[in-house]
């Protein structure tokens, strides 16, 4: 059986940490930062972890994380 090949797209924007939970970044930090408040942008800036009806699909990118 050949190994299966890791979505290259999805291994750049996710992480899985020590306890095998899926970290992602915000979106809409990169562009049109003069509208929003500086609590915004900061709470933007941290990291989230993915939610649980989406982990078996990033898991299924992932296979090997």
């Known amino acids: 059986m050949p190994k299966m090949k890791t ?6 924007r996710f992480k ?3 306890r ?18 500086r609590d915004r942008k900061r709470n933007l800036r941290k990291s989230d972890l993915v939610s649980p009806a989406e982990v078996g699909n990033i898991r299924r990118l992932m296979p090997y994380s």
């Open 7 to 12: 979505n290259r797209g999805a291994a750049k």
């Open 16 to 18: 899985v940490t020590g």
């Open 20 to 37: 095998g939970k899926i970290k992602r970044q915000h979106s809409h930090y990169s562009h049109i930062r003069t509208k929003k408040d």
